[in-house]
């Protein structure tokens, strides 16, 4: 099962955040901190996500996509027809 979780990623030296994502399952791990404000609500989290991709992020999506298998988005789980709009 992956987990996509909404993300503060702080700077403890400079006092600074940057917001996004982080994105698991026992096989991998990847995350996305490229927005400067917090992402509200969670199909606007994978909204994001599906777009602040890197090498990793994306093979767990198209995997995602591919099987047609639904996500755990923020602790909700969200089956494959309540998200494949999203992709």
């Known amino acids: 099962m992956m987990d996509l979780v909404a993300t503060e990623f702080k700077n403890t ?4 955040s940057t917001f996004g994502f ?5 096989y991998g791990k990847t995350y996305g901190n490229g ?3 917090p992402i509200e609500g969670d199909l606007a989290l994978l909204e994001y996500a599906l777009t602040d991709m890197d090498e990793e ?14 996500l755990n988005i923020n602790g909700t789980w969200y089956d494959w027809d309540e998200i494949k709009d999203c992709f």
């Not at 030296?13 to 600074?16: F, I, N």
């Not at 982080?22 to 026992?26: T, W």
Request: without cysteine; charged residues 25%; glycine residues 8%.
């Open 13 to 16: 030296v400079e006092g600074t």
């Open 35 to 37: 927005s400067s404000v």
């Open 57 to 70: 992020t994306k093979l767990a999506f198209d995997n995602i996509k591919e099987m047609q298998n639904g």
């Open 22 to 26: 982080r994105l698991y399952d026992s």
